[in-house]
């Protein structure tokens, strides 16, 4: 490494030894062999299940300088088409001696543009620049920070429905292809992918699982003129008309069950079965005074000052921008232990990320409506509910009372309520065969 990469690698090893708060950095690795190639490297630190320390992890970051870097260098820091040139050869060359060559200029041209350079990105160092360079050309890192510009199926599957009115619905899919077709709608930041080994499950039990985008995530867009309840039922009819499905099973995860419980009152004939997964508080008005003060006051925001709401989504996305995708999952499941393991988890620290770029890639403004939509008035469709509906709950999320539960059973003959013990509210992570076998069971039965 040069010296100052190496100053910013021993800054992140004393991190790890809790002696310091950097936990991660950009860092230039020269090879001293006679090519004297070079390349850049994210390091960061990686905690694994009942390891006293964290991992220093080293991944290299082969970065592809596109146009969009360019501009976004000129825009933010005001550089000439020449500067970005110059950086942009520095950065992948990293010897001014080469530039020089490369731009048939002499080197006291380039040494004194990349001191312009300097002054206007306020860079104190080459090194500083090309960490500087790194962060904005490495699309590799903005991903891992789910801060996408555009959001891409990592199983490469998706395919995306124009309605006749401009919607776009995107979907994708898991498990037999030729399957039993079953819809499956996520909540707010979990469960864009399930593990692996749900992949595999679903082919074995000939199921398809249909993965609709909800408005305002990833490539479906959101209309603005509905509310959010509308919105979201509204995306749910179309994607279900345009595939000509009926009298299926849904899996609702989250606040997802919410627009599979209107579109179902609306359309009895739509679903045969409902499975709901995790804690959603229209199934649960009571559970609302137990939350954490944090969450409380965003769901009243939602309600009563939606626009004071989206500002602090607004301030939120850009922290988060700042600090990193890790930095918002570690406070976001800080009350939960159980949540924090699966966070940090190698098999599912991904998928959470997923799911999490899969919300944030359009903006806070998702955020806002599914806040406002777990106030949406569904409490006559849960009463007029025809069908059976098993709801898989979380007792470890600090909201679960037996007694509440049972008070819904009692409302409605046709809901069961499973508590799934030690799981909180990624318990689609905690426990996938166990849900997924009740998912199976659903649908067996209704094949």
Known sequence: MDPVSRKAFDA?????????????????????????????AEIFLSWLPNQPKPYIAIRTLELAWSSATSDRLKQAFDLTDAEVDVGRQFFQLCDLNLV????????????TQMKTILFKTGASSQADL?????M???????ETRGLRSTWRDPLDREKIIVTPDGRKIAWTWMGDSKGTPVIFLRGM??????????????????????IPSRPGYGNSSLHEDMSPLDDNRVLL???????????????GLSDGIIPILAEQDLHPDRFCALVSVGFNGCLNRAAFKKLPVPQATLLRLGKYAPDLLELIAKLGFRMMQKHGLDWYLERAHASTPLDLEICRSPETATLVRDACAHLAVQGPRTFVRDMQMFHAPVDSAIDRLAVTMCSLVPTQDGLFELDEYQALENRNSNITVIPVENSADLLIYQH????LNHIIKVVDQHR
């Open 100 to 111: 020089a060559e490369k731009r048939g200029v002499s080197r006291h041209t380039v040494r």
């Open 432 to 435: 996938t065969e166990f849900i």
């Open 237 to 251: 009819h179309d994607f279900m008309s345009e595939l000509d499905l009926r009298n299926c099973v849904g899996v």
């Open 12 to 40: 992140v090893v004393r991190a790890a030894n809790q002696r310091g708060n950097t936990a991660q950095s950009v860092i230039h690795i020269i090879d001293q062999g006679e090519d004297g190639a070079s390349f850049h």
């Open 130 to 134: 090309i960490r500087l360079f790194a």
């Open 136 to 142: 904005v050309a490495s699309r590799q890192l903005l």
């Open 189 to 210: 930041a979990m469960g864009y992918l399930l593990p692996a080994k749900a992949e595999v499950m679903l082919a074995k039990a000939r199921i398809k699982l249909l």
